[in-house]
Each structure stands twice: as structure tokens, then as C-alpha cells.
């Protein structure tokens, strides 16, 4: 089975400080993903991936950045953490199929990051 | 703009029952839909992948169907146990991006 591993189950950082969330998969899949997930808005993208060094916005790319060095890793980056950055991430990945991404297999996701900004 | 919608937000029933989650979207240009279950504080696990071409998957006590032309999928879950207590999320792939539906708790009770 495809495994999707975030390095932090629980983080707790101050405010201002740069985060990295790291995401590690073992499938080869070229698509990866990040997302947040809050109470009462679900989950919404962040960044995305679909190659080395590729980097997409998502829906929410405001105060994040992305790093994709390795096809296997992806990390999420807060460049100054603020409390409104207190949240669930997870990471995904998927293959990818046909010119666009993920319209050929499923998603598999991390277990998350609880991270708390203080 | 895609929006995916799930019914009923949540639910409670006792052990043995079977039952029926529903999911709808907006836009019927999907390439595949996907179930996910999740516990609280956890990730998210995948249940079943429903590829554009086919109607339904099946696994275990779960089964779920896929009109693309109604915007519907359903998730039917038999013989309902405790162990099922958990939010149930459907999700399109379309275009470049996986748009979830708002999910449904579901408790199961002995």
C-alpha cells in the first residue's frame, strides 16, 4: 500500500517563527498536494505539485510556500507563522494520468499535522 | 464553479441498520469520485475510488454508485457497526483539482 507520511503528528510554534511541514510518499506518484482543514470550512487547497521543482496555488496560497526538490517529498513552508495558521494540514499525492492531473487514479492522504501557533 | 454537497450532515443510528450517504455536484465533467472516511484528529482514508466510465465499486460492507448525468453518488453502507462512527467524505476529481463535499458524521450505536 501507497503511504503518505508527515513528519509531525502535533506541532506547537510562536508566532513569527518559519514551519516547515514536511510530506514524504513511497509510491512514485507524480501529484502532490496540501491542504488545510478547519472546522466549518472543510478542506481547502493550498499548494500543489504535479513534477520536481513545479509548484501550483491552490485556493488558499496566502502565507505559504512550497518546496518540491525531490519527486518523492513535498513542504509546506510558513514563512512567519501567525495564529490564523493554527490548523489541521495534510498532505496527498496521486498519480497522474492523460494532461491532467489526478484524472486517472485516487488520492491518498497523510495521517495530518495538528499545529497550534502560539 | 463545482460545488459538491453531502446529505444528511450527520446522522445516528443503532448497530445492524443499513445505510445511505449521499453526495451531489454541480458539474457533471468529472473524471473520477472518491469516498473518504475520517476520525476525528486523523487523516483522511480512502474507501472507494469510482473511475468516470464505471457506475459503482464495491468493498466489503460498502458499495458505492456513480451518475455522472444526475450529479449523484451514493455510498451504502450494510449492517451498520460501531467501528463505522466517523465522518464520511465524498470528493470529485476534476480539471486539476480534488473539490470535497461538506461531509457527513455518522454515529453508530450498540
Known amino acids: 500500500d501507497v503511504k503518505v507520511t508527515q513528519s509531525s503528528r502535533y506541532l506547537v510554534k510562536r508566532t513569527g517563527e518559519k514551519v516547515f511541514l514536511e510530506c514524504v510518499q513511497d509510491?512514485?506518484?507524480?501529484?502532490m498536494f496540501w491542504y488545510r482543514q478547519d472546522p466549518g470550512l472543510g478542506l481547502r487547497l493550498i499548494y500543489f505539485?504535479?513534477?520536481?521543482?513545479?509548484?501550483e496555488k491552490g485556493d488558499i496560497p496566502e502565507g505559504y510556500s512550497v518546496s518540491r526538490e525531490k519527486k518523492e517529498r513535498f513542504s509546506l513552508i510558513l514563512e512567519s507563522a501567525s495564529t490564523n495558521q493554527t490548523s489541521m494540514y495534510l498532505c496527498?499525492?496521486?498519480?497522474?494520468?492523460?494532461?491532467?492531473?489526478?484524472?486517472?487514479?485516487?488520492?491518498?492522504f497523510g495521517s495530518g499535522t495538528r499545529l497550534t501557533v502560539v | 464553479k463545482q460545488e459538491v454537497t453531502q446529505i444528511p450532515a450527520a446522522l445516528s443510528v443503532p448497530e445492524g441498520e443499513n445505510l445511505v450517504l449521499n453526495c451531489s455536484f454541480t458539474?457533471?465533467?468529472?473524471?473520477?469520485l472518491q469516498w473518504f472516511r475520517q476520525d476525528p484528529g486523523k487523516g483522511l482514508t480512502s474507501l472507494l475510488l469510482?473511475?468516470?466510465?464505471?457506475r459503482e465499486q464495491t468493498s466489503g460492507r460498502l458499495n458505492a454508485s456513480l451518475d455522472k448525468s444526475s450529479g449523484r453518488s451514493t455510498l451504502y453502507i450494510a449492517a451498520s457497526q460501531p467501528g463505522d462512527s466517523a465522518t464520511y467524505l465524498c470528493?470529485?476529481?476534476?480539471?486539476?483539482?480534488?473539490?470535497f463535499g461538506t461531509g457527513t458524521r455518522l454515529q453508530v450505536f450498540p
Open positions: 496527498a499525492s496521486s498519480y497522474r494520468s492523460g494532461t491532467g492531473i489526478s484524472n486517472g487514479g485516487g488520492y491518498t
Open positions: 509510491m512514485d506518484h507524480e501529484n
Open positions: 505539485s504535479y513534477d520536481v521543482k513545479m509548484k
Open positions: 458539474d457533471s465533467a468529472i473524471y473520477n
Open positions: 469510482i473511475q468516470s466510465s464505471q
Open positions: 470528493a470529485v476529481i476534476a480539471a486539476d483539482k480534488l473539490i
